[in-house]
């Protein structure tokens, strides 16, 4: 039987505006079920640490459990691949730092594009990094490593959390601008790199404060120089690498996003939350002392941030003529 043109539309009118209802009370109601937050990076790291900190707070403020599952390797690519091949309703998301920006350009055969795959959801802080050396490496200063590494080239060996990883590709913009020659030594996240350098596997490390901070409080670990164009708070005395390399200037960020089409209602809620994470007193202040400012921007923001980082590091990636296959 033919229904009549203005019955039709008007059923189809109803059946729209009940999908729309239904999304939205579908969106109020998230999460129903335990989310999981992939790492891309070996646990103990900076982006660990974020994840539990922001996952035991969505956790209490949601009702449901947030739990984190670490997926090294690759420069976080085998994580994004993970989350971009998941449904798109919210139940898995992926912290993500300064390699979703550097990726693009280091690796020719991804079977993704960040900024087409991935939503960008929160960011949660930035990062500083700083340029650390073992004790057992007689210089003391940014000029006195260069000179000690020219005097003895290919003796000294540098960590990373991995190829393409951000303190890999920080340390390798200091070789170009610093013209010495140091043995990349690529591990599967910034901890092991971390415990490589205080076991004198490797001799120095450009890595986040966050993580190294405390090692550099104890004495265990000796720092050079900060990463960005100004001094850290948190490392009083230590001067920017720039002082001594015209130009230099490399800074990090931590973020978190979902698979793209994930819904809008679902990813202002989360934007939402995570934001009020980043005001909380005692949260603004873990974060204040792992070394790091929170970044309380929306999701549009954030994406700009993503597109903007991704133009500068394929520039140095491309001068450096630098490759991961």
């Not at 959801?121 to 050396?133: Q, R």
């Not at 590494?149 to 393409?164: F, H, I, Y």
């Amino acid at each position: 039987m033919r229904l009549p043109r203005r019955q039709f539309l008007h059923l189809a009118a109803g059946a729209a505006c009940l999908t729309v209802v239904s999304r939205r009370a579908w969106t109020q109601a998230y999460p129903t079920r335990p989310v999981r937050i992939i790492v891309g990076f070996a646990a103990g790291g900076l982006s660990d640490i974020l994840a539990r900190l922001l996952g035991q707070w969505l956790t209490e403020r949601l009702g449901q459990q947030f739990v984190v599952e670490n997926r090294a390797g690759a420069a976080s690519n085998l994580a994004t691949e993970a989350v971009v091949r998941a449904p798109s309703d919210g139940y898995t998301l992926l912290i993500f730092n300064s390699s979703a920006a550097i990726n693009p350009t280091l690796y020719d055969k991804l079977s993704f594009q960040f900024t087409r795959d991935i939503s960008p959801i929160a960011t949660i802080l930035s990062v500083p990094d700083v340029m650390v050396v073992n004790p057992s490496v007689p210089a003391k200063t940014v000029p006195e490593f260069i000179a000690y590494t020219k005097a003895n080239p290919r003796s000294l060996s540098m960590g990373s959390g991995g190829n393409g990883s951000p303190s890999h590709v920080y340390g390798e913009l200091f070789k170009m601008l610093a013209g010495v020659d140091l043995v990349h030594v690529p591990y599967r996240g910034g901890a092991p790199a971390l415990t490589g350098l205080l076991g004198g596997q490797v001799h120095v490390i450009f890595g986040a404060v966050p993580e190294s901070i405390e090692y550099v409080r104890a004495g265990q670990l000796r720092p050079l120089a900060v990463t960005t164009r100004t001094p850290v708070d948190a490392l009083p005395g230590i001067p920017p690498l720039s002082d001594f390399l015209p130009g230099y200037e490399a800074s990090g960020w931590q973020g978190i996003g979902a698979p793209k089409n994930t819904p809008a209602g679902i990813i202002d809620k989360l934007n939402g939350e995570i934001n009020r994470a980043l005001a909380d007193p005692k949260i603004k202040a873990r974060l204040a002392d792992l070394g790091g400012t929170p970044l309380a921007i929306s999701p549009d923001e954030f994406a700009k941030l993503i597109a903007d980082e991704t133009e500068k590091w394929t520039k140095v990636v491309r001068a450096g003529k630098m490759k991961v296959q």
